[in-house]
């Protein structure tokens, strides 16, 4: 027993104790490490961040059957598997395992000292009825407002894991709508034939009319009217939860898993301290509405190390809150190394914005590889934000067949993709200065060196507003192919310096008030 609990003996704990033994120690561990060294990550980057180590669990280890879940896809595992988790978790904590299979869930809630492990082949798949996830204040889209609980929880919990080779598909289908343009012809057939509904051009299909009406009373998606407890549950259907959500949790590890399929963001962090996350893919079809990858909001001290992300929407993305709200709640996001790794499909790489209302600073990107992502490097954000993105150092990223443009910062967000506004012609630049106030936001000491990028619309576009233009940006060192050159408005002290680019027509810069410009590039 683990010399740190004390409980009370007697022969059925006893007993129970024992079965919760971990494997003898000559077994292969299948277990991440408990108190793993992360320390040699934060190690020569340039800013100040103290070491990580994974969460330390509890000492035992039972499997989900001993709980009473069957993982036959059909019978509803969800009392058991948290039964699991509370039960380990008064005891001390440790491993609660979920082997081969295909387990079906409702909302799970992690407990303190807890990991939940996933064997090789095991499927975790969760009910695709909305009816069984609560109605829950929480942040979304940088509000506090109302949606349904996720999938999985972790709120006020410390050393806590989810590891291991197995899936967790939060059936994020059952939840979202669909933009025609973005499916074949014979996927929208299919669509059609669930029932719901569609918009008046057929262009969007929705899961029910109180999806469609929802979206009419919302800014993007979150509801900003005062609705009773009855109109909320009318509108129960609409109010899509994250899969994975952390929030105001300590000591957190991610490790080994594949997350897909989240009704929206995937998995989103919040007001968390000390996160790991290593090695894991997270997957959602390139049509999912708000199906992002992994968005850290208002966290301190996060790892995010050789993973893959393949996704409907931002890959990785950092956030701090929006408007008054974020500002209010006044938590930036700070000292964030993301390290090794794959952005395949998303609307940005590496995204900061456009929720940055609480701020962004200490911020390390580098050995990263983007490949078809709308953007690469994606800044974003628009008057009435305020905060401030500052000290942001990228370097070492790859990036082929980028649709738009592989560094693009915009302060005139409109909540489309980047490919959206370009091919509506929406992109504005906006000359006239508007007073400076607590909702300006600012972009300014951010450097970027050692980038590749073959194939892309434009090799950069910076578009500022005149108030407080973006500042203190420097790209060196860059090897960019693109259809067009470089745009830069409303800059101010600009640096694009070895840089060699390669234009199939027009100039090579182009550049609307932008003072103090520095640049050395070479045109092939």
């Given amino acids: 027993m683990n010399p740190k609990y004390s409980f009370p003996c007697s022969a059925a704990l006893l007993l129970m104790l024992a079965a919760c ?116 204040d929480t942040w979304f889209e940088g509000l506090l407002t109302k949606r349904c609980a996720s999938p999985i929880n972790a709120e006020g919990v410390n050393n806590i894991s989810i590891t291991g080779a197995g899936t967790i598909d939060g059936s994020g289908d059952a939840w979202r709508w669909v933009k025609r343009e973005k499916v074949t012809p014979f996927f929208w057939r299919d669509l059609l034939a669930r029932g719901g509904c569609c918009n008046k051009d057929s ?47 300590q000591n957190i590890l991610l490790k080994g898993i594949r997350f897909q399929n989240s009704p929206a963001w995937n998995i989103h962090p919040l007001l968390c301290k000390n996160l790991i996350i290593d090695g894991i893919n997270v997957f959602n079809p390139d049509y999912a509405q708000n199906g992002d990858g992994l968005d850290v909001e208002s966290c301190e001290n996060v790892l995010i190390l050789n993973s893959r992300f393949s996704v409907g929407d931002d890959g990785i993305c950092i956030k701090s809150g929006k408007d008054e709200a974020g500002r209010k709640r006044g938590v930036p996001t700070r000292n964030v190394i993301v390290r090794g790794c794959t952005v395949d499909l998303a609307h940005g790489g590496f995204v900061v914005g456009s929720e940055m209302s609480g701020g962004v600073e200490n911020i390390y990107v580098t050995d990263c590889t983007f490949l078809g992502t709308e953007v690469g490097l994606r800044f974003k954000s628009k008057r009435g934000r305020g905060g401030v993105v500052r000290n942001i150092h990228i370097s070492d990223i790859t990036m082929k067949d980028i649709v738009t443009d592989p560094i693009l910062f915009d302060l005139h967000y409109q909540g489309l993709s980047a490919r959206e506004v370009m091919d509506a012609g929406l992109e504005k630049v906006d000359t006239v200065a508007q007073p400076v106030d607590e909702g300006t936001p600012a972009f300014r000491d951010i450097f970027i060196d050692n980038i590749v990028s073959c194939g892309s619309y434009r090799a950069m576009y910076f578009n500022g507003i005149a108030e407080q233009p973006i500042s203190n940006i420097t790209v060196s060192n860059a090897t960019i192919s693109s259809r067009l050159g470089i745009m830069l408005n409303l800059c101010d002290s600009v640096s694009i310096s070895k840089v060699n680019l390669s234009i199939a027509e027009g100039d090579p810069l182009v550049t609307q008030m932008v003072s103090n410009l520095q640049t050395d590039f070479n045109e092939q």
């Fill in 21 to 136: 033994q971990s494997s003898p120690k000559n077994e292969t561990p299948k277990f991440a490490l408990d108190g793993e060294d992360y320390s040699v990550y934060s190690e020569n980057v340039p800013f100040s961040m103290e070491p990580l180590v994974s969460p330390i669990v509890g000492n035992y280890t039972r499997p989900v059957t001993d709980f009473g879940a069957v993982g036959d896809g059909k019978t509803d595992c969800t009392e058991a598997i948290n039964t699991g988790l509370k039960e380990m978790s008064s005891l001390g904590g440790g491993h609660l395992v979920v082997p081969r299979g295909i387990w079906l869930t409702g909302p799970l809630y992690m407990q303190n000292n807890m990991d939940l492990h996933l064997e090789e082949g095991a499927v975790l798949v969760f009910n695709p009825d909305y009816h069984v996830y609560p109605i829950i």
């Fill in 203 to 249: 262009s969007v299909w929705y899961p029910s009319e109180i999806v469609r009406e929802a979206l009419s009373k919302s800014d993007l998606n979150v509801i900003r009217q005062d609705l009773t407890d009855a109109q909320w549950e009318e509108y129960k259907v609409f109010l899509r939860p994250v899969m994975i959500s952390l929030r105001e949790s």
